[in-house]
């Protein structure tokens, strides 16, 4: 007998050694992701997930303050990394 999904933490770093205002200093981010594997997608970060993440990471100077809406995403990965390179939450 089973006690069900486990939950699984994943860890992703982005990091750049310009900084967002195209100076030369090492920036890191990283963000930690529960998952849990089940029937459901919902807590599952799907594979484009980190890739749209990075380019988003890549080019977080573009976006401070601009409002960003993400749909479908799963664990919200690249939501998370948006939110923290300054965009604004709805």
Same mark, same amino acid.
């Given at each position: 007998m089973t006690d069900g999904p486990k939950e699984k933490l994943k860890r992703?770093?982005?990091?750049s050694k310009i900084?967002?205002? &195209?100076?030369?200093?090492?920036?890191?981010?990283?963000v930690i992701i529960p998952?849990?594997?089940? &029937?459901?997608?919902s807590f599952y970060t799907w594979?484009?997930?980190p890739?749209?993440?990075?380019?988003l990471w890549e080019r977080r100077s573009e976006l401070l303050n601009k409002r960003i809406l993400e749909i479908g995403s799963g664990t919200a990965l690249p939501g998370i990394v948006a939110a923290k390179c300054g965009a604004k939450q709805s």
């Open positions: 992703f770093i982005f990091t900084n967002s205002k &195209g100076e030369p200093q090492e920036e890191k981010l990283e998952e849990l594997l089940q &029937g459901s997608y594979p484009s997930a890739v749209l993440a990075w380019f």
